[in-house]
């Protein structure tokens, strides 16, 4: 059974810190990209970071560059985003998401739940 579970999302105060956590079971972890999305209220869901297979390599959207840093512990099936300098635009569900690193032609992927991040003072 394939599961992806975000946990680590709460209320913070402007300038604070979160670390979220994503755990993975039922594939095999280490052959997928991993990646952080967002939705904020009324907004188009964003990809925020991605990171690759072995971890090697790390891409992040320009509005949290600095702030934000992915990275997976694969040997735990866990991919983190730690959350430095939280501001209030940061407010939204944030999402785990995993695809295949290498091509197919109808890959299979797959949602987490989401989590809760609110900045406020």
């Known amino acids: 059974q394939v599961q992806l579970v975000e946990s680590g999302g709460g209320l913070v105060q402007p300038g604070g810190s979160l670390r979220l956590s994503c755990a993975a079971s039922?594939?095999?972890?280490?052959?997928?990209?991993m990646r952080w999305y967002r939705q904020a209220p009324g907004k188009e869901r964003e990809l925020v970071a991605a990171i690759s297979s072995t971890g090697d390599n790390t891409n992040y959207v320009d509005s949290i560059k600095g702030r934000f840093t992915i990275s997976r512990d694969n040997a735990k099936n866990t991919v983190y985003l730690q959350m430095n300098s939280l501001q209030p635009e940061d407010t939204a569900v944030y999402y785990c998401?995993?695809?295949?690193?290498?091509?197919?032609?109808?890959?299979?992927?797959?949602w987490g739940q989401g989590t809760q991040v609110t900045v406020s003072s």
């Open positions: 998401y995993a695809a295949p690193a290498i091509w197919t032609m109808s890959p299979t992927t797959y």
């Open positions: 039922g594939f095999t972890f280490s052959r997928y990209v």
